[in-house]
């Protein structure tokens, strides 16, 4: 009996790790984001983004912690996670969605490829519909992503204070890079 359940056990381990030999990890993703403002322009860099792509599925996947987005200025950090991200609440954002028309890339060139994503962003407790253009630079050893895309404030319930509403735009610019190493 123990045998067989052992035996089991390895069989679905080793079936779990065929159908996953497409999915592509990068745990050192880089996000960005730049507000414009008309007293002060706010930039923060996060290098610590985890993104995944299922070459089978065309699904991605992409997730970081909000307290791993850096400033210049070290009060700008302190406000970010105390006063409008809410890092203690909300302490992650998220993308979770697919590549449009997956199915017709050729990702085995070496090449640019430009897709539309869509699917679902997750920032402050708040998910909302996103759609982005990807830019995928492919060679033999890795699949380079880019994309950007710009975030309403609004729409994810972060509240910006009319003492500041000149220092922080209610449209902010969001860029991330991924390079995934094809196995």
Not at 44 to 64: F, I, W
Not at 137 to 159: A, C, G, P, W, Y
């Amino acid at each position: 009996m123990k045998l067989k359940t052992i035996f089991l056990i390895a069989v679905v381990a080793i079936s779990n790790l065929a159908l996953a030999q497409n999915v592509l990890i990068d745990k050192e993703g880089v996000a960005h984001f730049f507000s414009e403002a008309p007293l002060e322009n706010i930039e923060a860099v996060n290098e610590k983004a985890s993104g995944a792509m299922d070459l089978d599925k065309g699904t991605v996947a992409v997730s970081m912690m909000i307290k791993d987005f850096h400033f210049d200025k070290s009060l700008m950090e302190e406000h970010f996670n105390e006063n409008y991200l809410e890092s203690e609440k909300y302490p992650k954002a998220s993308f979770k969605g697919r590549i449009i028309d997956f199915e017709l890339l050729d990702f085995t060139t070496s090449e640019e490829i430009t897709a539309k994503a869509e699917g679902e962003l997750d920032i402050h407790g708040v998910t909302q519909p996103l759609t982005c253009d990807v830019l995928f630079r492919t060679s033999q050893d890795n699949i380079e992503v880019e994309t950007s895309f710009k975030v309403e404030l609004k729409d994810h319930k972060i509240k910006i204070p009319k003492l500041v509403i000149k220092n922080i735009a209610e449209v902010v610019d969001v860029d991330a890079k991924f390079n995934f190493t094809k196995k």
